[in-house]
Structure formats: C-alpha cells, structure tokens
Nanobody, 119 residues
Framework: VQLVESGGGLVQPGGSLRLFCAAS????????MSWVRHSPGKGLEWVSA????????SYADSMKGRFTISRDNAKNTVYLDMSSLKPDDTAVYYC?????????????WGLGTQVTVSS
C-alpha cells in the first residue's frame, strides 16, 4: 500500500499550487480521502476531504474558497488545488485514505509534501 504526495514547493503569497496524491495497493475508489497538514506552529490540522465517489467534499473554514479537493478514481489520484496562498499555509501536507467497513477501519497515510509560502 502506498500513498505518494507530490506537487509541493516554494510559492509566493497569493500564488497557487496543485498537490497530487497517487495511491496504489488498495481499492482507491472505496476510500474516503483527506488532506491533513502539519506545521510546527499549529500542529496537525485537517484541511479537506472527499467521499469515495467524489460527489461530496468538505473543507476547514480557513480553506473554504481557496482550496479545492478532487479525485480521479480511474487514475487512483486525489488532488488539492490551492490558491491565494498565505504564509500561514506553510506546512507539510499529508494524504490520508480511510475506509470503515462492518465496524473495521482501514486507513493509510502518505509521507507528505512540503509547501512553503514565502516572498
């Protein structure tokens, strides 16, 4: 099982980035996918989530209107489009896969991709 994030980097305030999370080794289309970030100042912070079919999304309040989560089940990939980036968005962004079936939970984490927002 693997979740591999990519797309992070250094971007100026107000800029945009697209993060990718490529999944393998499990039935991606059956999993609820989330993005979570960690920064030294704020700790672990939930960013956004999307259901298995892609028809339902949710966002943390501070990301609404700036971030968009999407997925392509044919490509086993989830995306996070980020715009109007702020220095406070600087963090390591992690991809998380989650499934609850008959009371049994399966979940997986990626290793993260660094996003740095700075001029």
């Amino acid at each position: 099982v693997q979740l591999v994030e990519s797309g992070g980097g250094l971007v100026q305030p107000g800029g945009s980035l697209r993060l990718f999370c490529a999944a393998s080794g499990f039935t991606f289309s059956s999993y609820y996918m989330s993005w979570v970030r960690h920064s030294p100042g704020k700790g672990l912070e939930w960013v956004s989530a999307i259901n298995s079919g892609g028809g339902s999304t949710s966002y943390a309040d501070s990301m609404k209107g700036r971030f968009t989560i999407s997925r392509d089940n044919a490509k086993n990939t989830v995306y996070l489009d980020m715009s109007s980036l702020k220095p406070d968005d600087t963090a390591v962004y992690y991809c998380h896969a989650d499934q609850l079936v008959s009371g049994s939970r399966n979940d997986y984490w990626g290793l993260g991709t660094q996003v740095t927002v700075s001029s």
